[in-house]
Structure formats: structure tokens, C-alpha cells
């Protein structure tokens, strides 16, 4: 490009220095010709230089606009990762409460069990406290009818229990 500035600048000054009438029509027509064709040359190279330098300006604005969506992803990206720790250190701590929770149950079903097999024996025993107050009361009715008094100890405290 520079070549044909320097062409395009030197031959028109070449012309003033080459006296009148010692160069031909022809060879004249010819440089005229060449010069013509160099400056439509020049001409079309500066238009694509210009068309060049406006998809580079375009080419810039995109990374530009490029650049700013990457931050904005990367941003998300670590905004997500975070998040990602968040939920993964909820979950085993919800873990480590449902393990525990779990061995509870364990031991409240445990509990439960014991507690029903305790219930059911003291069942066992109100049945058969209750079979003796029966027995004892029909037997102080027994001796009441007899007319023979009863030893008051011995009647007066398992129906209290019995009672209880």
C-alpha cells in the first residue's frame, strides 16, 4: 500500500521535471493509464481498509459484549457453586439428624416395648389382686353371714389396695 502512495505521489511530480515534448503521446497515454489504474486501485483498497476497520470496530464491540457475558456466567457459575456447598452441607447435616432421629426411634421402640411387656404384667397383677379382693370380700360376706367377726387385717388391707 505504501508503494502505491509513493507511486501515486512520484510519477505526477516526475512530469514536472521531464521536459515539454520529449515524451510521446503514446508513452504518455500509457503512464496516464498506469497512474489511473493505480489510483482506482488505491481507491478501492482505502474502501476496504475502511470496510475493514469497521467489522474490526464491530469484531470489538461483540468481545467486548463476549467478555461481559462470560463475567456475568462466571459469576453464576461460583454463585451456583456455592449454593451446590450449601445444599450439600444441609443435606448431611440433615443426614447426621435423620441417623440420629433414626437410632431414637430405635430406642423409644425399644422403650415402648418394654413398657407394654411392664404394662401387661402389671395387668397380670391388677387381675389377680382384684381375684383376691373378690374372694376376700365373698369370704368376709361368708363369715359376716356366720355370724363370726372378721380379723381386721387381714380383710382391710387388700381391699384398700384392691381399691387403689
Not at 462470560?70 to 461460583?78: I, K, T, W
Not at 444441609?90 to 411387656?117: D, F, G, M
Request: proline share 2%.
Amino acid at each position: 500500500m505504501r508503494r502505491l502512495r509513493l507511486c501515486s505521489c512520484v510519477l505526477p511530480l516526475c512530469w514536472f521535471f521531464v521536459p515539454a515534448g520529449c515524451v510521446s503521446q503514446a508513452e504518455y497515454d500509457r503512464i496516464a493509464q498506469a497512474n489511473l489504474e493505480l489510483q482506482d486501485r488505491l481507491s478501492d483498497a482505502q474502501a476496504e481498509r475502511e470496510k475493514m476497520r469497521a467489522e474490526l470496530q464491530d469484531l470489538k464491540r461483540q468481545l467486548a459484549a463476549c467478555k461481559q457475558t462470560l463475567a456475568a456466567e462466571r459469576a453464576r457459575a461460583s454463585d451456583l457453586a456455592k449454593k451446590c456447598q450449601d445444599l450439600a452441607s444441609a443435606k448431611s447435616a440433615l443426614e447426621s439428624r435423620l441417623t440420629e432421629t433414626l437410632r431414637s426411634a430405635e430406642a423409644l421402640q425399644i422403650r415402648l416395648e418394654r413398657t407394654r411387656a411392664e404394662l401387661s404384667a402389671a395387668r397380670e397383677q391388677i387381675k389377680m389382686l382384684r381375684e383376691q379382693v373378690a374372694r376376700l370380700q365373698s369370704e368376709v360376706q361368708r363369715l359376716k353371714a356366720s355370724g363370726q367377726a372378721p380379723a381386721t387385717g387381714e380383710t382391710a388391707a387388700p381391699t384398700q389396695r384392691g381399691a387403689q
